[in-house]
């Protein structure tokens, strides 16, 4: 089946650990992106790759980290520095195009992460 | 420029009557306007989308009005059914950037 496949579902972290969430995408999609989505919030982008060996910060990246060896994975680092991380990450893909718009997002099922 | 308001936070709606999402944005650049569906414990998934070149677009039971000279756009959404009961994001984006989301509804469709 084709899509986006994140890792664990559910994750427990303790304080000042390190935990790293994964995203798997066989869409063949150019652009990479991780959301995080607070109970009854909107959602918050913390970092986007439009290819290989590239990433930018998104809105609330501080306290987390990614990087993006391969086209088809996503790994999302959340560090000890991000302060309340208690959250649903949402990964996604689209095709890149560049200068248009109306890319489709496709998003993972997410990933809950709690800290005890 | 970039943020997009969406209203109203919360809704609730008896079944076979009509929900109404609205949005609002700012920056002129966008061009592409979509909206997005998602259940409980689920990723959000595309419903339907939209270009400012039509001022209206229906699939089935779902229709974005959009106008232009206002700045807005909404989600209308017909005989709406229990089955509808999620949340629902409405997003923008400009050429070559990426999305912007608005703040979600959370629509109860009641039996």
């Known amino acids: 089946d084709g899509g986006i496949t994140q890792s664990p579902k559910y994750l427990f972290r303790k304080e000042g650990q390190n935990v790293t969430l994964s995203c798997e995408q066989n869409?063949?999609?150019?652009?990479m992106y991780w959301y995080r989505q607070d109970p009854g919030q909107g959602l918050r982008l913390i970092y986007y790759?439009?290819?290989?060996?590239?990433?930018q910060k998104g809105d609330i990246a501080e306290g987390y980290s990614v990087s993006r060896e391969k086209k088809e994975s996503f790994p999302l680092t959340v560090t000890s520095a991000q302060k309340n991380p208690t959250a649903f990450y949402l990964c996604?893909?689209?095709?890149?195009?560049?200068?248009?718009?109306?890319?489709?997002?496709?998003f993972g099922e997410g990933s809950w992460l709690t800290v005890v | 420029q970039q943020q997009v308001k969406q209203s109203p936070q919360s809704l609730i709606v008896q079944k076979g009557g009509i929900s109404i999402i609205n949005c609002a944005y700012e920056n002129t650049a966008f061009d592409y306007f979509p909206w997005y569906q998602q259940f409980p414990g689920k990723g959000p998934a595309l419903l339907i989308a939209i270009r400012p070149d039509v001022s209206e677009k229906k699939e089935g039971r779902f229709t974005i009005s959009f106008n232009k000279s206002a700045k807005q756009f909404s989600l209308h959404i017909m005989d709406s059914q229990p089955g509808d009961s999620a949340t629902y994001f409405c997003a923008a984006n400009p050429s070559g950037s990426r999305l912007t989301f608005g703040e979600g509804t959370q629509l109860t469709v009641n039996p």
């Open positions: 790759s439009q290819i290989v060996n590239d990433f």
């Open positions: 996604a893909s689209s095709i890149f195009r560049k200068g248009a718009s109306g890319n489709t997002i496709y």
């Open positions: 869409l063949n999609h150019d652009a």
